[in-house]
C-alpha cells in the first residue's frame, strides 16, 4: 500500500511562496508520475502540475512561470514551490501518485492554500 502525506499549506498574502511538499511511503515503483491537483469547494479538481520518474514536466498554463514541480527519488517526495501567488491559486492542493505499470492511483489527503490579504 501506498500513502501520500502533504504539508507547506496556509495562508499567504498575494504576491507571496509558499512551498508544498509530498512524501510517499509504501512501495514505490521506479516508473511513476506524481503531480499535485487542486479543488476548490463546487468545482472539479483540476491539474497543476506533474512529473514522471525521469523528469518531465508539466504544467496547467494558468500556473506556468510561477510554480516549480521537483521531486527527489531518493526520498520518493515531490515538490511544489509556488510564487507570485494570487487569490485564484486558494484552492485545496492534493498530491497524486501514478504508478503506471500497475496503471494505480494514490490521493493524499489535501493541503489547503489561502491567497488573501
Known amino acids: 500500500q501506498v500513502q501520500l502525506v502533504e504539508s507547506g499549506g496556509g495562508l499567504v498574502q498575494p504576491g507571496g511562496s509558499l512551498r508544498l511538499s509530498c512524501a510517499a511511503s509504501?512501495?514505490?515503483?521506479?516508473?511513476?508520475?506524481m503531480g499535485w491537483y487542486r479543488q476548490d469547494p463546487g468545482k472539479e479538481r483540476e491539474l497543476v502540475a506533474t512529473?514522471?520518474?525521469?523528469?518531465?514536466?508539466n504544467y496547467a498554463d494558468s500556473v506556468k512561470g510561477r510554480f516549480t514541480i521537483s521531486r527527489d527519488n531518493g526520498k520518493n517526495t515531490v515538490y511544489l514551490q509556488m510564487n507570485s501567488l494570487k487569490p485564484e491559486d486558494t484552492a485545496v492542493y492534493y498530491c497524486?501518485?501514478?504508478?503506471?505499470?500497475?496503471?494505480?492511483?494514490?490521493w493524499g489527503q489535501g493541503t489547503h492554500v489561502t491567497v488573501s490579504s
Open positions: 509504501g512501495i514505490i515503483s521506479s516508473f511513476n508520475v
Open positions: 497524486k501518485l501514478y504508478k503506471a505499470l500497475s496503471r494505480t492511483t494514490y
Open positions: 512529473i514522471s520518474s525521469s523528469g518531465s514536466t
